[in-house]
């Protein structure tokens, strides 16, 4: 399925798409996840194994501990829990 091109929606629909209006996803076990998101969430305290985002820079956000309520914002592509729970927000279309 081709990804929508934020270019061509009004400014009041690409603020929705980039609020997460692509959906969510909640995960709290050690499964892969892969796509495109706009934020995470941590629900409880969490620990990632894996948390890949483009444009990205500096010191992996693997190697600290986020706090139940910390809400990471980015064009994240990929993450994978360590331990806690997350609830993801999806963006639809593929970060640039």
Do not use: H
């Amino acid at each position: 399925m081709a990804q929508p091109d934020f270019k061509k929606y009004d400014v009041k629909a690409a603020n929705n798409l980039a609020f997460g209006q692509g959906g969510t996803y909640t995960e709290s076990g050690t499964t892969a996840w892969t796509g495109y998101a706009v934020a995470i969430q941590c629900l409880t305290d969490t620990t990632f194994a894996v948390f890949t985002e483009v444009n990205g820079d500096g010191d992996p956000l693997t190697a600290q501990v986020f706090l139940a309520g910390s809400i990471i914002y980015g064009n994240i592509t990929a993450m994978t829990l360590t331990s806690g729970m997350v609830r993801i927000y999806l963006g639809t279309a593929q970060p640039t």
